[in-house]
Each structure stands twice: as C-alpha cells, then as structure tokens.
C-alpha cells in the first residue's frame, strides 16, 4: 500500500530531478545568457551570409512594406472589436493601397532568390 501511494525511489528520483530542473531553468545564470548572445551572433552572421548579395535599399524596402502591411492587418482586426465599420476603412485602404506594392516587393525580394539559385 505505501509503494503505490508514495511510489517507489525510481518516481521519486523523477520528481526530484524534475523540480531541481524546473529551478534551474527558473534563474537564467551569466553563463546562460552568453550562450544565448552567441546564438543569436551565430544566427546574424548567418543571415548576413545568406543575404550578403541582396542591396541594403531593397531589404529596407522590402522590411518597410511588409511592416506597413503587417501593422494595418493588426490594427483591422483589432479595430473589428472596437468599431466594424472602421476596420472595414483599412481593410479597403489595404486592399487599394497596399496590397499590390507588397505583393511588388515581396515577389522581387524573394524571386532574386530563385533566379540565383536557377542561375548557378
């Protein structure tokens, strides 16, 4: 009876391992936070690798536009909460205005890729 109440020493070497776990990963130590800082190095020089042949005016472009068009689906959706009628304003100024463009930059962006790699 005492076995299945409080379980035998491999459970609770479980549990104890888990709690010590769940504490360690609680306190985020120097040595932590450096292995997180050299990731995120590692992935930048990465990205810097990959897009080192794109021009610097085109991803800002590309940045910019896809924040434009980010930012006002966001805001229409929450304004849909708020008020129907104005999300359905930027849903039209989207769909008029934005849209086109964004679709523009982000095939280009993204089909300078494809032609690179049919190129090689």
Do not use: C
Request: proline share 2%.
């Amino acid at each position: 009876m005492w076995s299945w109440l409080f379980g035998n020493s491999k459970n609770t070497e479980k549990v104890v391992g888990g709690v010590v776990d769940g504490l360690d990963a609680m306190f985020f130590t120097d040595e932590e936070k450096s292995v997180a800082a050299q990731k995120v190095l590692d992935f930048k020089i990465e990205y810097a690798k990959h897009t080192q042949n794109q021009s610097v005016a085109r991803r800002v472009i590309a940045f910019i536009i896809s924040g434009l068009w980010g930012a006002l689906n966001l805001i229409a959706v929450a304004l849909y909460f708020i008020s129907e009628p104005a999300s359905q304003f930027v849903f039209k100024v989207i769909e008029s205005n934005i849209n086109v463009p964004f679709m523009i930059v982000v095939g280009f962006y993204f089909a300078a890729h494809v032609v690179g790699k049919l190129s090689k």
